[in-house]
Structures are given as C-alpha cells and as structure tokens.
Antibody
C-alpha cells in the first residue's frame, strides 16, 4: 500500500523560508519511472503544480516559481523535501505531495500552511 | 505562458451524462500531454480518476471515462450520482516533465 504524508510548519512569517517534508512508504524513489511531486492549493482556489523529483534525478520546477523552489530527495529515508523561499501571504494554502508512476498520481493528505506575521 | 482551460462550472441531472473538457490556451491537447483528471470534494485531498488520457485509477467506477474530443481532453461521467458533486481538475504534461493544472470545474448534480 502506497502512502504519503506531508509535514512541516503550520505558520510561517513573511520573507521566511518554508521547508516541507514528504515521507512515503510502499514504493522506492530508486525504482525506474517513479517520481514524487508537490502541488499546492490556496483556500478556495485551484490546484497548482510546483515541482517534482524522479528516480533519475530529474527535477522539473514550475517556471513561475522556479527561482523560489528547491526539491531534494533522500532515498534512504524515503523522504522528499521542498523548500520555498521568501514566503508571502499569497502562499497560504494546503500543500500536497504525490507519487508519480506510469502517468498515475497517488496523493497525500496535505498539510496546511499559513503565512502571516 | 501556457494556460490549461476548463469550464468553471457544470450541472447534470442525477442519472445523466456530462462531459467536462480540458483545453490549452494555445494549441490542441493530445495523448502526448498524458491528460489526467482528479476529483476533489471539500476538505479532502484530490483523488486521481483518470490518467494517461483514458486509464482509470484503481477503484474508480467505469462510469468515469477519459478521451480526446477534438482538440481537448474530456472526462465523461455516465449515470451521474449525487456523490459525484465535486470539483474536477485536469492536469497536462507539457514537456520537460512540467505539469500544469486547469482551473477546475465545479460539478453540480441536481
């Protein structure tokens, strides 16, 4: 059974850096074709794809957020970490991680992040 | 910047059939965009219904189907039920391993 769980701070101040961790089980990021991505959703708004990391070290980023994002993986710990710099109140929302394999997506439950001073 | 377009809202009668679409602001959607559809109810994470144009995720009823219709990806719900009332998002693979979500369609069943 594949599970993914997001963790990180629920509240960050403007200009701070957000660090989120996706801990997963039931698959390995060393398996060919497997990836883990991050997606966010502001309250009441649409989903927005952020970034992903793959078994082959490919790391695509959303062009509009690329300058603020860094995604890393730790295959020994089955974790993927996303950092987002210079946080702003418009970055408030729920952040999801998801597994990609064979063009399918399995979602985590999400973690809520509020950006406020 | 490429925009993925969806109908903001749609309604269907119980038992009816509805087709939601997913387009591109420039160009046509094809199977090479590996269109995927997910369903989201309030307060819940998304759930993938369809991936790679027309493959159903595990446990998804066969009344959900995906296709390419003309220059758009499409999600068809046949025999709509009350609990199909949700937000539906498409996501397209745009190359360079980048994905883009549409703005979502709010489906009402009434």
């Amino acid at each position: 059974q594949i599970t993914l769980k997001e963790s990180g701070p629920t509240l960050v101040k403007p200009t701070q850096t957000l660090t989120l961790t996706c801990s997963f089980s039931g698959f390995s990021l060393t398996t060919s074709g497997v990836g883990v991505g991050w997606i966010r959703q502001p309250p009441g708004k649409a989903l927005e794809w952020l970034a992903a990391t793959y078994w082959n070290d490919d790391k695509p980023y959303s062009p509009s957020l690329r300058s603020r994002l860094t995604i890393t993986k730790d295959t020994s710990k089955n974790q993927v970490v996303l950092t987002m710099t210079n946080m702003d109140p418009v970055d408030t929302g729920t952040y999801y991680c998801a597994q990609y394999f064979d063009w399918n997506t399995i979602w985590g439950q999400g973690t809520a992040v509020t950006v406020s001073s | 910047q490429t925009v993925v377009t969806q109908e903001p809202s749609f309604s269907v009668s119980p038992g009816g059939t509805v087709t939601l679409t997913c387009g591109l602001s420039s160009g046509s959607v094809s199977t090479t965009h590996y269109p995927s559809w997910c369903q989201q109810t309030p307060g819940q994470p998304p759930r993938t219904l369809i991936y790679n144009t027309n493959s159903r995720s595990s446990g998804v009823p066969d009344r959900f189907s995906g296709s390419i219709l003309g220059n758009k990806a499409a999600l068809t719900i046949t025999g709509a039920q009350a609990d199909d009332e949700s937000d539906y998002y498409c996501v397209l693979y745009l190359g360079g391993a980048i994905r883009v979500f549409g703005g979502g369609t709010k489906l009402t069943v009434l």
